[in-house]
């Protein structure tokens, strides 16, 4: 990504600017498998949706490992870059004007409690993938999308290519909570994906509220009692909801930082998990998978990794292990 993306990275999630070099020329060497403005494949009977949201301090394409491999499998997956001052950074231009304008990271300001301040994100996180499914519903209704930024991919040629009766959300961390209200806000979402979420910023009247299974991927080491009393109180309310742990992993696993090499990795975080990442994408990805076919009714062949749903499998358990985040 452009040096913005690093300074701000490593301004938000680290708190050290100096690494910025460091972490710029690691982004930059980092290749994705895909093939940039490829030709649409046109499928009969269109591809389901995945809208995916980042996690706090992060920004879009440092999701690209979790989101190429379930596009590899089949579905469109659009992520988002919020404008809640929660990305590490992000830009957006103005129809017309053309300029960039750079909404930074923001922490919790002095004096004020930081459930209000990051509740009020999360609202509009939630909001902004409504208004993501939107775009995507007006692509399919044939209305034209202007491209200011002139990418060269014309997002019209989804039109006719899309099932838009087959809607997920899905998302890491603070994207993890987000996705879950985001059930909330819109019906044609059909289910979620939280990967470790942060579930600290959603309020307790909002519980009872969530209306369609979710499938909750965690990690060893992140999450806290209080935060799996939260996903056990959706599960006990929604039987088709599923809590499941990634052993040997750590929060930073389920974002494109595990494929960084393991002493810049370290030095960057001071901890990596046991696991290898292959391993935990490939774990991640297929129980995702098996979840969305079971909820939007896939014809796929995914049902072949439902066990994981129920955390059987190698490297996986249900809910979570019986001892506090090291985090």
């Known amino acids: 990504p452009r040096s913005e993306y690093a300074t701000g990275l490593a301004d938000a999630a680290l708190g050290r600017r100096w690494c910025s070099a460091l972490l710029s020329i690691a982004l930059g060497s980092c290749r994705v498998p895909v093939?940039?403005?490829?030709?649409?494949?046109?499928r009969s009977g269109g591809y389901p949706l995945i809208i995916f949201s980042h996690g706090l301090g992060t920004f879009r394409t440092l999701y690209s490992a979790i989101c190429t491999e379930l596009a590899s499998w089949?579905?469109?997956v659009a992520a988002l870059e919020h404008r809640d001052h929660s990305a590490a950074t992000t830009y957006f231009c103005s129809a017309g004007a053309g300029t960039e304008q750079?909404?930074?990271?923001?922490?919790?300001p002095p004096g004020q409690k930081e459930f209000?301040?990051?509740?009020?994100?999360?609202?509009?996180?939630?909001?902004?993938?409504?208004r993501a499914l939107r775009l995507f519903q007006g692509i399919a209704g044939g209305g034209t999308v202007p491209d200011i930024l002139h990418q060269g991919w014309d997002l019209c040629l989804l039109k006719d290519n899309l099932d838009l009766t087959k809607v997920a959300v899905m998302g890491h961390s603070f994207g993890g909570v987000t996705a879950v209200l985001a059930l909330v806000k819109e019906p044609s979402f059909r289910c979620a994906v939280a990967l470790d979420a942060w579930m600290f910023p959603l309020e307790n009247l909002l519980y009872p509220e969530v209306p369609k299974p979710v499938l909750f991927i965690n990690t060893e080491k992140f999450q806290t009692p209080e935060s799996l009393a939260k996903m056990k109180r959706l599960s006990s309310r929604n039987g088709q909801t599923r809590i499941v742990t990634v052993l040997g992993t750590v929060h930073e696993d389920q974002t494109d930082f595990a494929f960084f090499p393991g002493k810049l990795f370290s030095r960057i975080f001071g901890r990596r998990g046991t696991l290898d990442p292959h391993k935990a994408l490939?774990?991640?990805s297929r129980a995702a998978l098996a979840f969305l076919q079971r909820h939007l009714e896939l014809q796929e062949q995914f049902g072949q990794w439902d066990e994981l749903l129920e955390g059987v499998g190698d490297s996986v358990v249900p809910e979570a292990p019986l001892r506090r985040s090291h985090l």
């Open 116 to 130: 209000y301040f990051r509740n009020k994100q999360v609202h509009q996180r939630a909001q902004e993938c409504v």
């Open 35 to 42: 093939g940039w403005n490829a030709p649409l494949k046109p």
């Open 74 to 76: 089949g579905c469109v």
């Open 102 to 108: 750079w909404i930074p990271f923001q922490r919790v």
């Open 282 to 284: 490939a774990i991640t």
